[in-house]
């Protein structure tokens, strides 16, 4: 378990990835930032949900296979479809220089569609459509 910034222990007591304080009220950046912890949280590292996660930060520099990408991209969209409101996620993950990426075009059942990029080093970009 995390207990630097962004990880899974001030999730606990935010309610989300951003500390500062701020109460999102657009159910895209709620969805995409439950979405982006599932990603990067360690399988079994959140006691409270020891089956939530991929833990793609440790597949940071390491050599992926296309069929291991697609095995990824398989399992990043179970997790994004656990996310309470996401009707439908599309997820592509690429691997260049080391670094992998999952990308979603994400759809929830309110709001409309997102696109969510989310990296192995934690970068998150949301992209509201």
């Known amino acids: 378990m995390g207990l630097g910034i962004g990880g899974e222990i001030l999730c606990v007591l935010s309610g989300g990835l951003d500390i500062s304080g701020h109460v999102e009220t657009d ?4 969805a995409a930032e439950r979405i982006a912890r599932r990603w990067l ?3 079994g590292s959140a006691s409270w949900a020891p089956t939530m996660g991929l833990g793609i930060g440790l597949l940071r520099n390491a050599d992926l296979s ?8 398989g ?8 996310v309470q409101g996401v ?7 690429s691997l260049k220089n080391g670094m992998l990426t999952l ?7 309110v709001a409309g ?10 970068a998150v970009e949301v992209l509201l459509q």
């Open 103 to 109: 990308t979603a075009i994400v759809r929830l059942d």
């Open 27 to 30: 159910p895209r950046y709620v």
């Open 41 to 43: 949280t360690e399988r």
């Open 66 to 73: 296309r069929g291991a990408l697609a095995r990824l991209e």
């Open 113 to 122: 569609d997102f696109i969510l990029t989310v990296d192995a080093a934690g």
């Open 75 to 82: 399992e990043a969209r179970q997790e994004a479809l656990r």
């Open 87 to 93: 009707v439908s996620a599309r997820v592509t993950a």
